[in-house]
């Protein structure tokens, strides 16, 4: 299966593709890795599509390289855990670890495998929040800490001395759109990361090749703003502005945009 860009996404694409090789070098085993993508969005969500093109750009792999499996529809088999080298998960767009609903508890259940199977894993947003509460931790809403854009996000003395997340420097830019916050993180969790306005930001396992962001590494500007266009009532209720005076705030975020693939270098040790 092909996702379309659009020629100026082509032509950014193949820039920070560029960037990326110069950081990393190409490694043919890394072309062979199989990624498991748990998604949370309908079958008509215009970004289901697009958090794949998403993904395939940030860990700079080939579309073939990522198979799908939505959690909508139940939880993935051990099968199908085991034939993936490495799970992703992502946004949700209308779906909420606090509104939950009866596909919930299987979605959370799948959590719970990957943290027992310590299984390679990167969750971001509504992942990040899933992780937390299927582990013991609390997801409440509140809207007076809700988050949108580009914010600046500090790292916590942990995270500078994490082997992933140190090089970031700190503050460093992150893109979020949540509602949801993790107020209360699992026991075994290490707090990497956090903003003057929500303190759990990111963590990681103990012992554990197991990272979790509200931020998404896989955004640029563009995708960020293809993410506001697709869900407008949030631009509005969170941030009072309208959507065309939001975009205009956004921020690139380079060095965040090549934590994926730093991820897979570090667990496959590339």
Partial sequence: MTFPFTPIRHWLRDIRYSVLYSLYGHCVMFDSLRYLLLQVRDPDDPIRLQEIDCFVWALQCQPEQIQMFDLLSGRPSPAQIKAADMVFLGGSGDYSVVQGGPWLEPALDAMRDLHALAKPTFASCWGFQA????????????????????????????????????????????????????????????????????????????????????????????????????????????????????LQGLIETPNTNTLLRRFVHYVFGG
């Avoid at 790292?155 to 082997?163: N, S």
């Avoid at 931020?215 to 563009?222: A, D, G, N, S």
């Fill in 131 to 246: 992780m937390a509460k299927a582990l013991g931790g609390l997801v409440v809403t509140d809207m007076h800490r809700a988050e949108l854009g580009t914010h600046h996000v500090s790292l916590t003395p942990a995270g500078e001395q994490d082997p992933l997340l140190r090089w970031l420097g700190t503050p460093f830019l992150g893109h979020m759109g949540h509602q949801d916050i993790v107020d209360r993180l699992p026991a075994d969790a290490i707090l990497l990361a956090s903003t003057p306005r929500v303190e759990n930001q990111a963590f990681q396992f103990a012992d554990k090749p197991i990272y979790c962001t509200q931020f998404h590494p896989e955004l640029t500007v563009i995708g960020m703003a293809e993410r506001l266009r697709a869900y407008p009532e949030y631009v509005e209720k969170i941030s009072g502005l309208s959507l065309d005076v939001f």
